[in-house]
């Protein structure tokens, strides 16, 4: 408990240096906001009204900590383009993103340890020799051309799925109908980090049956079954662990390609929309909204390694 | 260099790798120079030709403009914008890990902390929020990616950077008076080169996708100009009609990034040292069993073990651990085998069970019979059933061999259900009766314990209570006090030494001590050189040694109350292994009584006295 707070407090100063890095990336941008906002309205009393009004008349650092404070507060800014606080659209979007990135996510860790561990314990085999060639193929297929190629296959050919969405526009809304919907963008995201995930399992693997306490499992006539089960998995997830905290940022980076190809309404299409249309707000809120939920995932994975590896003091 | 080459070119998928890069790189680089349309001329007539049409070999797009051209000079923008954000990142990146790695202090820590916010972002938001300020265009997305990916090489380029700062040769270039300066670009930088060229390497691919991506959503390359990742973009509104227009920037795209990634393999394969040593095989639960000829053994002794040899098999060639060793162990007897570390004492005890990891390890001679059945000749399945139920081990160091992640108790009961196929209670009833035994206090907070919370006294207590879990007939010991200080290990020879009387145990006792074998051991087997070169009751031997080996090895041990006197040692170092078949007495070298016919003929084993012996001038 002691420790779960201290690592909650650790996490300030990399949330406060996004803050910083976000805040004066996006100041950078040459031109005048004021006139982007107002367009063909931009008279130079409006102008500078309007600079009044979002603060841009005070100095850098100033309107740093006054965008600070308002963060804190929750509040974002306003999105020109969308007519609607950036908070308020960024929730809406990101409940799409984290049920499609959360699906890609689980799958790639669970068939990812599972066919590494297969393809180490059957090594040399033809099903290893299958799962080390299916993964390299895997890993090369860029996961925005793989979705093209799904929907060709799947949604225009066969017919089983929905080509994009979210939901159907008809009848649709229900749970089955989002799982319709969720199974090739899913799929399309996971494949890259599925394979990433399996090589890592299946070196660590192989590694960890070379260890004593194998040898020892062994000695005491444990079945190999239970060898990997019991003994070699206790220990491969540990070490795997954090290999799932840097692929969770790779599916979550992927997500933004799967969101444009499967047209999901996601925060990685609200992303490349806001930039496109110059939504700078919207763009800067968004960021600095991903960025720390990942930093926060990435402490639950740092907590969840220190749970199940006792060691760790 | 060339040794690197030959080990990659070893390789045949990095090597099929490297020459689909090598060919992509040749033709898309030498596309201005090709007989080939212009990839920029509309032709509207032309609209969705199909590949192969007259013409148009891969066909045309929306506007009727040439795929097969326009994919080439797509493919070489693509490599030229791949490329050199992986030399923009890879040199902005090692100037900064350089400074923060020699530097130190301060200078590292801000460099790193900045560094470590960066990449707390996914990597794919920060390019976003790059290109947002600079606008889409193709230049702009590889500063993005160039710039996101700085602090992956910031960090191994420092990781590397330190290592090489503490190294002598930098504190003499100090000493000499070269300025800091000259001493990164003289000294540091061509040693840390290598690794920022294998850097650069095997992230290049992953750059080259990256732009490519951000031209696929628009915000890299703008029309006309084309990359991969734009014409894939422009493909997929058409995707479903013309989807041929998506298939050829995509199946570009998948063979560059698949080249990148068999010669990136190649590359991390060669520089492995896991792989080199074998440590990257998954260990067989048996060791492999060769048997070049049929070893009689008409023996009824309780264990009986006849010219058992035993190798490592590496690069096809067998390097003999143990040759040849034969003994006999009696109901209740504890047998002593001693020898040096090398000697192939452990390797015979594991053997015994076929627990020898293989590969590399092969039985390739001998029989072991246990209760009248030989081992050897058993297939897993029954050797398992043996394994930890008639036939257990106690193993040197508890702290590796006991399995770090699971609970005292857990480990302990085990072995009970493995064998018996009962439930948990009867397991926890006998694991706790078994802690019992071995003399654990506060036996319920230990049997929640986990192993590396308690001390290395408890711990090999623990693996002896796990051995004896199912009333083992035999128990190997492999030097199960070599990790104990000497009051505790001590304790522990005595409590094995009570359990074997009580119980009327047979054991196979491993050590390189004189003295721990002494106070426990009926009968004692020497070995040196993976031959067993005197055997004999310990009485005997302690008080007669005929090897000149064993008695070098007796002087070697320090009497309490004997005074000042210096210890002596065997000069000279045990036989390493070999595949080389080498004839006459082993111990040979650093035999104080050589004389010029040991190494004319193997040498027997032969009685003299009371002990056998391996040697033509045993003492008398």
New interface residues.
């Given amino acids: 408990m002691n420790y779960f707070i201290q690592r909650l407090l650790s996490a300030i100063?990399?949330l406060l240096?996004?803050t910083i890095?976000?805040f004066f990336?996006?100041s950078?941008?040459p031109g005048d906001p004021a006139t982007a906002i107002l367009g063909s309205y931009a008279t130079p009393e409006n102008v500078k009204l309007l600079n009044e009004q979002l603060g841009l008349d005070k100095g850098l650092i100033q309107r740093y900590f006054i965008w600070l404070g308002n963060l804190v507060q929750g509040d974002l800014g306003r999105s020109f383009a969308l007519n609607r606080p950036v908070l308020d659209e960024i929730l809406e979007r990101f409940n799409a993103t984290l049920i499609l990135s959360g699906t890609a996510f689980i799958l790639c860790s669970v068939v990812g340890v599972l066919i590494g561990t297969i393809s180490?314990?059957k090594?040399y085999t033809i099903t290893d020799k299958i799962i080390t060639f299916t993964v390299?193929?895997g890993?090369?297929?860029?996961s925005?051309?793989l979705g093209?190629?799904m929907?060709?296959l799947f949604a225009?050919n066969l017919q089983w799925l929905p080509v994009s969405g979210m939901y159907a526009i008809y009848g649709g809304g229900d749970f089955l109908d989002l799982i319709h919907h969720l199974i090739m963008p899913a799929i399309a995201l996971a494949l890259v980090a599925t394979g990433v995930v399996a090589r890592i399992t299946r070196?660590s693997v192989?590694?960890i049956?070379?260890?004593?306490?194998?040898?020892?499992?062994?000695?005491?006539?444990?079945?190999?079954g239970?060898?990997l089960f019991?003994?070699v998995l206790?220990?491969a997830i540990?070490t795997i662990l954090p290999i799932l905290g840097l692929q969770a940022?790779?599916v979550?980076?992927?997500s933004?390609?799967i969101e444009?190809?499967f047209q999901w309404p996601g925060v990685?299409r609200m992303?490349?929309d806001?930039?496109?249309k110059?939504d700078?707000l919207l763009?800067?809120g968004g960021?600095m909204f991903?960025?720390a939920c990942?930093?926060l995932f990435?402490i639950a994975v740092d907590l969840l390694q220190r749970y199940?590896?006792?060691?760790i003091k | 260099m060339i040794n690197f080459l030959k080990l990659i070119s070893r390789n045949k998928l990095a090597l099929f790798g490297g020459i689909l890069l090598v060919i992509i790189f040749v033709v898309s680089f030498l596309s201005p120079l090709l007989p080939l349309k212009d990839p920029d001329v509309i032709k509207t007539s032309d609209r969705f030709l199909l590949p192969f049409s007259e013409g148009y070999l891969l066909g045309t797009d929306h506007l009727g403009r040439d795929l097969l051209s326009r994919l080439l000079w797509g493919t070489r923008l693509s490599l030229l914008v791949g490329i050199s954000a992986a030399l923009i990142s890879a040199t902005i990146g090692s100037i900064l890990g350089t400074i923060a790695g020699f530097y130190g202090n301060k200078t590292d820590n801000v460099i790193m902390?900045?560094i470590?916010?960066?990449m707390?972002?996914?990597?794919?938001?920060?390019a976003?929020?790059?290109?947002?300020?600079l606008g889409?265009g193709l230049f702009n997305a590889m500063i993005a990616v160039a710039l996101v990916n700085i602090p992956f090489f910031a960090r191994n380029i420092r990781g590397v950077t330190v290592t090489i700062a503490n190294k002598e040769f930098i504190d003499a270039a100090r000493l000499s008076g070269m300025s800091n300066f000259k001493i990164i670009i003289y000294e540091i930088f061509p040693n840390i080169l290598p690794v920022i060229v294998v850097t650069i390497s095997t992230t290049v691919g992953w750059m080259i996708?990256e732009t490519?991506?951000l031209s696929?959503?628009?915000?890299g390359s703008q029309p006309p100009q084309a990359d991969l990742g734009s014409m894939?973009g422009e493909?997929?509104s058409s995707?479903?009609v013309n989807?041929h227009t998506?298939y050829v920037p995509?199946a570009m795209?998948?063979l560059i990034?698949?080249g990148v990634?068999?010669f990136g393999d190649g590359i991390r394969d060669a520089l492995d040292p896991?792989l080199s040593k074998g440590?990257?095989?998954?260990?067989q639960?048996v060791t492999q069993i060769k048997l070049n000829k049929n070893v009689k053994n008409n023996s009824n002794s309780f264990l009986s073990v006849q010219n058992l040899t035993t190798a490592f098999e590496f690069d096809n060639k067998l390097h003999l651990a143990s040759k040849d060793v034969s003994f006999d162990i009696k109901k209740g007897e504890c047998l002593g085998l001693i020898g040096e570390s090398g000697s192939g004492k452990s390797v015979t005890a594991l053997s015994v069970?076929c627990?020898v990891?293989s590969p590399p390890g092969v039985i390739v001679d001998g029989s072991v019979k246990f209760q009248g059945d030989d081992i050897l000749k058993m297939n897993y399945e029954q050797i398992?059933?043996?394994?930890?139920?008639k036939i257990?081990?106690i193993?040197q160091?508890p702290l590796?061999?006991?399995?770090?992640?699971?609970k005292i108790g857990k480990q302990l009961e085990?072995?009970f259900i493995?064998?018996n196929h009962q439930k948990n209670k009867e397991a926890t009833f006998k694991g706790k009766e078994l802690l019992k035994l071995v003399q654990i206090p506060n036996i319920e907070n230990v049997w929640n314990s986990?192993p590396?919370?308690l001390s290395g006294g408890m711990r090999q207590r623990i693996s002896i209570a796990?051995a004896l879990?199912n009333d083992p007939e035999l128990i190997i010991a492999d030097e199960p006090t070599t990790a104990l200080d000497v009051t505790v290990q001590a304790q522990i020879l005595l409590l094995l030494d009570t359990l074997r009387k009580e119980r009327g145990l047979s054991v196979l006792f491993i050590s390189h001590d004189f003295g721990v074998v002494s106070q426990i051991c009926d009968r004692v087997i020497v070995m040196y050189g993976g031959q067993i070169v005197e055997e004999g009751k310990t009485e005997n031997i302690m008080s007669k040694p005929r090897h000149p080996y064993t008695s070098q090895l007796m002087k070697c041990v320090p009497h309490i109350g004997f005074g000042k006197r210096e210890l002596p040692t065997i000069s000279g170092s045990p036989p390493s292994i070999t595949y080389k078949k080498e004839i006459g007495c082993s111990f040979s070298s650093r035999c104080l009584i050589k004389k010029d016919n040991c190494l004319n003929e193997d040498i027997k084993i032969v009685q003299k006295g009371d002990s056998e012996v391996r040697c033509l001038y045993p003492h008398e």
């Avoid at chain 1, 004593?212 to 000695?219: E, G, L, P």
């Avoid at chain 2, 707390?120 to 920060?126: D, E, G, Q, T, V």
Wanted: hydrophobic share 55%.
């Fill in positions: 100063p990399v240096g996004i890095i976000v990336i996006i950078l941008i180490a314990f090594q390299l193929t890993i090369s297929l860029p925005f051309f093209m190629m929907i060709l225009v070196n192989l590694e049956l070379r260890q004593d306490y194998i040898r020892t499992a062994r000695a005491k006539g444990v079945r190999e239970n060898v019991k003994h206790r220990i540990v940022g790779f979550l980076s992927g933004v390609f444009i190809v990685g992303l490349v806001a930039i496109l110059r700078i763009v800067q960021v991903v960025a990942y930093v990435n199940l590896d006792p060691r | 902390r900045i470590d916010v960066l707390a972002f996914p990597y794919i938001l920060l976003l929020a790059i290109v947002a300020v889409p996708l490519a991506g696929f959503l628009g915000l894939l493909g997929r995707l479903i989807p998506s995509g795209i998948f990034v698949i990634n068999l896991r440590e990257l095989v998954k260990p639960p069970t627990l990891a398992r059933e043996l394994r930890g139920n257990s081990y193993f160091d590796s061999t006991l399995h770090p992640l699971i085990e072995a493995e064998h986990y590396h919370e796990m879990t």
